[in-house]
Nanobody, 125 residues
Framework: QVQLVESGGGSVQAGGSVRLSCAAS????????MGWFRQAPGKEREFVAA???????HYTDFVKGRFTISRDAAKNTVYLQMNSLKPEDTAVYYC???????????????????WGQGTQVTVSS
């Protein structure tokens, strides 16, 4: 059974930093693409960042230069380091994964098979 467990969310002031973690189990992490998505109240879920099993990364424009995605194969964990946070970054952040031989960092939520429960990040001005 595949499980993704996110942690690290919370409340922070604008300009601050938060690091999210997502621990994966029940899946061959070395052949998984990992993605982070977010959903703000009243909005659709949107892509934030992704990393392929080979280390390729992709970011949406509004987080480039502020967020960094990384993965630790020894811990079966993917991270999202979020710096220079803005109030508009407030959302529930979701981790997702898919087993794949492709070295693509997928940006579409339709490409992912498994999702975590989400973790709330609130940025106050």
């Amino acid at each position: 059974q595949v499980q993704l467990v996110e942690s690290g969310g919370g409340s922070v002031q604008a300009g601050g930093s938060v690091r999210l973690s997502c621990a994966a189990s029940g899946i061959n992490f070395s052949r998984c693409a990992m993605g982070w998505f977010r959903q703000a109240p009243g909005k659709e879920r949107e892509f934030v960042a992704a990393v392929s099993w080979s280390g390729n990364t992709h970011y949406t424009d509004f987080v480039k230069g502020r967020f960094t995605i990384s993965r630790d194969a020894a811990k079966n964990t993917v991270y999202l380091q979020m710096n220079s946070l803005k109030p508009e970054d407030t959302a529930v952040y979701y981790c997702a994964t898919v087993f794949t031989y492709s070295g693509t960092a997928y940006t579409s939520n339709e490409r992912y098979d498994y999702w975590g429960q989400g973790t709330q990040v609130t940025v106050s001005s």
